[in-house]
């Protein structure tokens, strides 16, 4: 028996990177999926976004490990398009445990305040948007998992001016993720249902390998390429070590999703190579 078996978890940008990580660490654990991704890009994000190749790469890789994906192209901007993908999910695999909202964009770099509201409707509303597509499905003692971001715990990481308007919504949108899932897990305590976060350092996905985050890491080069910002990388973090697997991530939230973590709630869990406690140390305390 797996550590997830049987049960059933709706995943958002579960088309590639770590969204495919958590399916598929998921599925080895015994769980089925219903999973969705937009499969189309963004104009103010300055890198590719996931296709319908991709998630249908994802569906394959679950089915080869014995479970079942019921997957959907479906916006998370987009309240209705959760809630029918859900229902079309629960109405083809029996029930809902939990929830992994994991889809995200990054659009650092631009100058357009329509960067900031597209990161705000994607990595904030778009969390809000899958529970409550979910919550009328999802059985109690059930599992939500957000996932956030250290760099948007952080002052002046991605709400660096120079990182744009885009740059400052994702940090905003991180910040109210990890504001939502402590209130949330009040709320849904009664039914037992666990809120957690998930906040990840650079991770070795197409966000981080991408033209704007190597601009980001590495400024003093007009076209800087991925080997220039891999000198960089590691400076964020405590550990030596530049990113993250997406696999580390999803390991943290098979544990969430799993009955081990039954009464962990509120939780902001940083899977980030020590990157807070680099930049923001212990204060000593009042005397």
Do not use: W
């Not at 078996?5 to 999926?33: C, H, N, P, S, Y």
């Amino acid at each position: 028996m797996g550590r997830a078996q049987d049960k059933v978890v709706f995943i958002t940008g579960a088309a590639r990177g770590q969204g495919r990580a958590i399916a598929l660490r998921l599925a080895e654990e015994g769980a089925d999926v219903i999973g969705v991704d937009l499969c189309a890009d963004i104009a103010t994000n300055g890198y590719a976004l996931a296709t319908p190749a991709d998630l249908d790469e994802t569906v394959r890789q679950v089915e080869k490990l014995g479970r079942r994906m019921v997957a959907r192209q479906a916006d998370v901007r987009e309240p209705g398009e959760l809630r029918d993908a859900v229902a079309a999910g629960v109405a083809e695999l029996g029930r809902l445990d939990a929830v992994v909202a994991q889809a995200g964009i990054c659009p650092l770099g631009s100058q357009d305040p329509q960067a900031f509201l597209d990161a705000v409707a994607v990595d904030f509303n778009g969390v809000v948007h899958a529970v409550q597509a979910a919550l009328p499905h999802l059985a109690d003692g059930g599992s939500i998992v957000a996932t956030g971001s250290v760099a948007g715990l952080l002052p002046g990481s991605t709400d660096n001016p120079a990182n744009g308007f885009g740059g400052l919504g994702y940090a905003f949108a991180k910040r109210g993720v990890a504001s939502l899932v402590h209130d949330l897990a009040l709320t849904l305590a009664p039914r037992s249902i666990r809120a957690n976060a998930v906040h990840p350092t650079n991770t070795n996905t197409d966000m981080l390998n991408s033209d704007p985050m190597y601009r980001v890491f590495r400024p003093d080069l007009e076209n800087p390429t991925r080997e220039d910002a891999l000198l960089t990388f590691p400076m964020m973090n405590a550990m030596p070590v530049g990113f993250v697997e997406p696999e580390d991530v999803a390991a943290t939230v098979l544990f969430l999703v799993s009955d081990e973590s039954r009464f962990m709630t509120g939780m902001q869990l940083r899977v980030d190579a020590g990157a807070y406690v680099k930049s923001r140390p212990q204060q000593p305390p009042a005397l």
